[in-house]
């Protein structure tokens, strides 16, 4: 069983079925199984995107095809959870500026990780991930164009996202 499989499973364990997990207990859990992974915060990562555009890191999406199909920050890459390896990614320098996100920040977490041990430096996770980034309003996109929609996951961790804004296909509008 995959890792990030585990932890839903453990989280909905502790926390309970119904009530579904929470923010604090989530970024906790991120804390705790990933000690040395660094993160930053949507405003700072928002910030340093419209400021310095031509500074920006390298977004990663570290999501499901169907997932990104939905929507995706500005400029990402999809990478596929559970690998640390694609032709994109080896062909990054190990010192390039690089965030990493997901649905709420778990698997982006364990890919930060992993390229760490790989050597790679300059290498953060997005707090709150694509969650967290679309709750504060900031924009999201589909084939370049803003869209107000993100694949909550599942029912139990869609709870974490604005309800406005569940999609789990692209609206065509």
């Not at 924009?139 to 599942?154: A, L």
Request: some cysteine; glycine content about 6%; hydrophobic content about 40%.
């Amino acid at each position: 069983m995959q890792a990030h499989t585990l932890f839903l499973i453990m989280i909905l364990v502790v926390f309970g079925c119904s009530q579904g997990p929470s923010w604090t207990s989530v970024k906790e859990m991120v804390r705790q199984d990933f000690p040395d992974v660094e993160h930053v915060s949507a405003d700072e990562l928002s910030q340093q995107m419209a400021t310095e555009p031509e500074n920006a890191p390298i977004l990663l999406d570290v999501r499901e095809e169907a997932e990104y199909a939905v929507s995706h920050l500005p400029r990402a890459v999809r990478v596929q959870p559970g690998t640390d390896t694609s032709a994109f990614l080896d062909t990054l320098a190990h010192d390039a500026a690089i965030v990493a996100y997901c649905s709420v920040g778990y698997r982006s977490a364990e890919l930060v990780n992993k390229l760490r041990e790989r050597g790679f430096t300059n290498i953060r996770n997005l707090e709150g991930s694509i969650f967290g980034w679309a709750n504060g309003g900031r924009s999201v996109e589909r084939d370049g164009r803003s869209v107000e929609e993100v694949h909550p996951f599942d029912e139990q961790w869609g709870k974490l996202l604005r309800e406005d804004l569940h999609a789990y296909e692209p609206s065509f509008n």
